[in-house]
């Protein structure tokens, strides 16, 4: 080698030293301003800053890295109740199915006909997953709800509701139920246009691919059947504002399904992700309007939903989320985002659709997420309140992985299928960390 080599050798060698020497730094300087940031997370009156920050907020969207970890539905818990009971938040709406879990709603308002416990209502629950919310974990919550909604007037009663499209031949059955014993003359006009449905014997994909083959549709009908329930308000003044907005959102559930079916027969691209949660978007909207001008709600959905799309990867894809959505509704002055997130563990989940529930293991995070970065900070369990300084320190705001599993989960495939590019401190307002966390705790 002669001495011109040679020097370059070593120039090269300097260089690769410096830089890995000042990639180091820069991981250690996001490593201290990440442990500097991190409040330790113990009980619930740890939560102070979150409850403050969120005291003011129209909506405060609760996270949750999966659907089958006990550390977020109680966590979700301990802030909602602390909403409610020092905030004066109106009602929680979930990522679950309208008709079935408004009879959580009737049970926690004490209403006519409701339920004689929370268990009953949920262990009644049957469409896959049954663990998302028939598990002891929500029986808590419904339990504190009904015992705090005791002895108030029915005007503040705080709501417990669903706000998916799922469950849609559920809504539609309970809606032609509801309007024949109500309003001969609505029923039979509404029943006509679900007569539509008939050749598909509830089997929503059956129907999707029909209309994806141009062969039949229900579109006109489902949107009939929703505008005519809007202008039968006077026909059904026997009603109060909150049946009738129960009977009308369940064809909204209807009008919504259909679309989102339909969408997804022909790609699972934008369009069908965006009519799920435009409806889930526009219930809650309606909720709010329903409990009056000052009311406040929760939202419980996953994050993939709740954290604002437009700091992530699925913005690139066309795909926008409740999170999104309610920052460019209210402003982001009246939207508080939590998100929650594990570094391992156990998790509930199926390995396909429709599958036998499992308690599977979560590996440890990536090195490449943001997961791996929190696991540094000294304590177990932790939440940060994201500020400007977050939103301005370069390597904080880098596209990180961001762990999402959903109901069906397979461990051995996780990278890169269930992490979603994401810039954290712009995502959220505040993020809650735990090291380790457990699976939930279901009936069945």
């Known amino acids: 080698m002669n001495v011109k080599s040679l020097k370059v050798k070593i120039l090269l060698l300097v260089f690769f030293a410096i830089t890995a020497i000042s990639c180091k730094l820069e991981n250690k300087d996001l490593d201290s301003h990440i442990s500097s940031r991190a409040l330790e997370l113990n009980s619930s009156a740890d939560l102070d800053k979150i409850i403050e920050k969120a005291a003011d907020k129209r909506l405060k969207l609760l996270g949750e890295a999966s659907h089958g970890t006990h550390e977020y539905y109680v966590w979700r818990d301990s802030i909602s109740r602390r909403l409610i009971s020092e905030k004066n938040y109106s009602f929680i709406a979930v990522e679950g199915d309208w008709a079935s879990l408004y009879e959580l709603n009737r049970y926690v308002k004490n209403m006519e006909g409701a339920a004689e416990s929370a268990r009953e209502v949920l262990e009644s629950l049957d469409r896959w997953p049954p ?23 029915f005007k503040d009663k705080v709501g417990f509701y669903g706000m998916d499209v799922y469950g849609e031949w559920n809504s539609l059955a309970v809606l032609k139920d509801f309007l024949k014993e109500h309003n001969d003359e609505i029923y039979n006009q509404v029943k006509e246009y679900y007569d539509c449905f008939s050749p598909y014997d509830n089997d929503s994909w059956e129907y999707a691919r029909a209309a994806a083959r141009r062969q039949h549709d229900c579109v006109d009908e489902t949107l009939k059947a929703v505008e005519l329930i809007k202008a039968s308000r006077n026909q059904l003044d026997g009603l109060s504002d909150y049946e009738y907005f ?48 000052n009311s406040k709600g929760i939202v419980w959905a996953h994050n993939t939903h709740v954290g604002d799309a437009s700091a992530t990867e699925m913005a690139n894809r066309g795909q926008v989320n409740i999170g999104q959505l309610s920052r460019e509704e209210f402003g982001d002055d009246n939207v508080f985002i939590t998100g929650f997130g594990t570094y391992t563990g156990k998790v509930n989940a199926g390995r396909q659709w429709g599958a036998q529930m499992q308690v599977l293991n979560v590996p440890e995070a990536h090195r490449d997420s943001y997961e791996y970065l929190l696991n540094k900070v000294e304590y ?12 301005q320190h370069e390597e904080f705001i880098e596209l990180r992985g961001h762990r999402a599993i959903g109901v069906v989960y397979n461990p051995e495939r996780e990278v890169p299928g269930n992490y979603v590019a994401t810039i954290l401190p712009k995502r959220y307002d505040a993020f809650i960390f735990f090291e380790k966390t457990k699976e939930l705790n279901p009936f069945r």
């Open 246 to 293: 129960f009977a009308k959102q369940n064809a909204y559930v209807v009008k919504y399904a259909e679309k989102f079916y339909r969408k997804s027969a022909v790609s699972r691209g934008p369009e069908s992700w965006n009519s799920r949660v435009e409806h889930m978007f526009l219930t809650v909207k309606r909720l709010l309007d329903l409990y009056g001008e």
């Open 131 to 153: 663990w998302m919310w028939g598990n002891k974990e929500v029986e808590g919550l419904i339990e504190w709800l009904r015992d705090y909604n005791e002895g108030l007037d």
């Open 380 to 391: 177990e369990n932790f939440f940060i309140v994201f500020n400007e300084q977050d939103r």
